[in-house]
């Protein structure tokens, strides 16, 4: 049973706390590693160097839009295929441990599971600006 009272609490914790994970990932990106050297990490990949600024962006945006509640039901949504391209692309042959050498995908499996769930559970509880009714999403 959901309770209709605190469960719009619950998805505006949720928000926060995936707000905050975002922040610190993509500045992390920018100010400690650098665009430089994060775009040298990406061509190791074999993805394009000009991907690291627009993922650093995407995180950024994303993390506002989630902290304010500017449609973030939708954003949520959106940021998982980010999530699941890192498991993809990065951890996934590390193993499922994150503690793993270069990280397992544990961690971003989760991180895309919140996503998910914040995408069911709505905007949440103080948001600016409201995302469609999920039915009309769908």
Same mark, same amino acid.
């Given at each position: ?48 160097g ?29 940021l =998982? ?6 498991? =993809? ?29 914040q ?5 949440g ?14």
């Amino acid at each position: 049973m959901i309770d209709i009272d605190t469960a719009p609490y619950g998805a505006l914790l949720l928000r926060l706390c995936l707000a905050a994970m975002f922040t610190a990932h993509a500045l992390l990106k920018w100010r400690v590693f650098t665009i430089p050297v994060e775009a040298t990490f990406f061509r190791s990949l074999g993805l394009p160097g000009w991907l690291a600024p627009v993922t650093i962006a995407a995180e950024l945006t994303g993390a506002g839009c989630l902290l304010l509640g500017i449609w973030a039901r939708c954003v949520a949504l959106l940021l =998982v295929p980010l999530m699941l391209g890192t498991i =993809v692309t990065v951890h996934g042959k590390n193993g499922w441990l994150f503690t793993n050498k270069d990280g397992g995908w544990e961690y971003p499996a989760f991180w895309a599971a919140a996503l998910l769930v914040q995408f069911l559970l709505g905007d949440g509880a103080w948001a600016l600006i409201r995302s469609p009714a999920l039915r009309t999403l769908l």
